[in-house]
């Protein structure tokens, strides 16, 4: 069974293909075999405006564990919040149904909140951003935030944090409806500053070769290779406009999941194209579901921070998984 960490792509939205029967399962179980993976996946085209995926509630651990991956060191949390204080973008990875991953960064933010800091959410649509004029969830839907497709409250505590330190919340994510104009037609839908950072920041052959192994890993193997690149095309068209909200309103720091903050294909290689002088720090949130060796290993080139919780118990999501 692949790792939690391993299937590290974030999901996108494409309710509009619901009708095509391009997958075959029921959506409701389906939902409960992907929460294992935190992946663009064909049943988000399907059945889903937004990420979907499975929410166990789990209670904080007891200390942090965390790894500094440029050392191979443990450090303390505050240790952490002293290198992420120093940044001009800080990017926060999750697992998306870990309860621990929201809890731990609400605390992150509590600490590193400052004067001008914009937090920007992978969970709300650009362009969006959050009043506080009635209370969280309402003012959170006002923006976009689909409740439902988030398993609301599963991120309370992290938005609560938000809201607690008075930080202007922004959405960072694609405009609802617009991943399924790119996977009809391609990059030529990227408006203009997207389009044109796309061409800026193109993926190198090696980082290309492991967003698609990931895409395919998060099908069981069975993606057909005809929906590789549209995929392929939203997960980067997600990552970039990600990375404009940050850079429009630096310093920032980003919610997202850890296939966002990858540094190899996400977000932070975006940033580190279109404008290198800044000081970003990307921490993944991943779970101890293999020896401390292997995570550190296989994060490695992934993050500068990871920080271990314990994992959670998910069904396989290749289970019955099927494609017409």
Same mark, same amino acid.
């Given at each position: 069974m692949f790792s939690a960490q391993n299937m590290s792509l974030i999901s996108k939205a494409k309710p509009d293909l619901a009708s095509s029967g391009f997958f075959s399962a029921d959506c409701k179980q389906t939902e409960e075999r992907f929460a294992k993976f935190s992946l663009f996946s064909v049943f988000d085209l399907v059945c889903r405006p937004w990420l979907i995926l499975g929410c166990l509630v789990v209670s904080q651990t007891a200390s942090a564990q965390i790894i500094d991956l440029n050392s191979g060191r443990q450090? *303390?949390?505050? $240790?952490?919040?002293?290198?992420?204080?120093?940044?001009?973008?800080?990017?926060?990875?999750?697992?998306?149904?870990?309860?621990?991953?929201?809890?731990?960064?609400?605390?992150?933010?509590?600490?590193?909140?400052?004067?001008?800091?914009?937090?920007?959410?992978e969970h709300l649509p650009s362009q969006a951003n959050v009043a506080d004029q009635s209370d969280l969830l309402s003012d959170l839907e006002a923006a976009g935030f689909d409740a439902k497709a988030w398993r609301w409250p599963l991120h309370s505590s992290l938005f609560d944090s938000v809201r607690s330190t008075r930080l202007p919340l922004i959405g960072g994510n694609l405009p609802k409806g617009f991943s399924k104009q790119l996977f009809s037609h391609g990059a030529s839908a990227l408006p203009g500053r997207l389009a044109q950072s796309y061409k800026l920041a193109m993926l190198d052959e090696s980082?290309?070769?492991?967003?698609?192994?990931?895409?395919?890993?998060?099908?069981?193997?069975?993606?057909?290779?005809?929906?590789?690149?549209? !995929?392929?095309?939203?997960?980067?068209?997600?990552?970039? *406009? !990600?990375? $404009?909200?940050?850079?429009?309103?630096?310093?920032?720091?980003?919610?997202?999941?850890?296939?966002?903050?990858?540094?190899?294909?996400?977000?932070?290689?975006?940033?580190?194209?279109?404008?290198?002088?800044?000081?970003?720090?990307?921490?993944?949130?991943?779970e101890n579901d293999q020896t401390l060796e292997e995570l550190v290993k296989s994060s490695a080139n992934r993050y500068d921070f990871i920080w271990i919780s314990a994992a959670i118990k998910r069904a396989d999501p290749c289970e019955d998984f099927k494609i017409k």
């Open positions: 450090i *303390s949390e505050q $240790q952490l919040i002293d290198q992420l204080r120093q940044n001009d973008v800080v990017l926060l990875g999750e697992l998306h149904d870990n309860a621990q991953h929201h809890t731990q960064r609400a605390g992150v933010i509590k600490q590193i909140a400052r004067h001008k800091l914009t937090v920007v959410a980082a290309q070769q492991r967003l698609d192994q990931d895409l395919m890993d998060g099908h069981c193997g069975k993606l057909p290779d005809k929906y590789l690149q549209p !995929m392929r095309l939203v997960q980067r068209a997600t990552d970039l *406009s !990600m990375a $404009q909200a940050l850079l429009d309103h630096q310093p920032a720091v980003l919610l997202a999941g850890n296939g966002h903050v990858r540094k190899d294909y996400g977000v932070p290689q975006v940033i580190k194209r279109l404008a290198p002088e800044l000081k970003i720090t990307a921490v993944g949130f991943i």
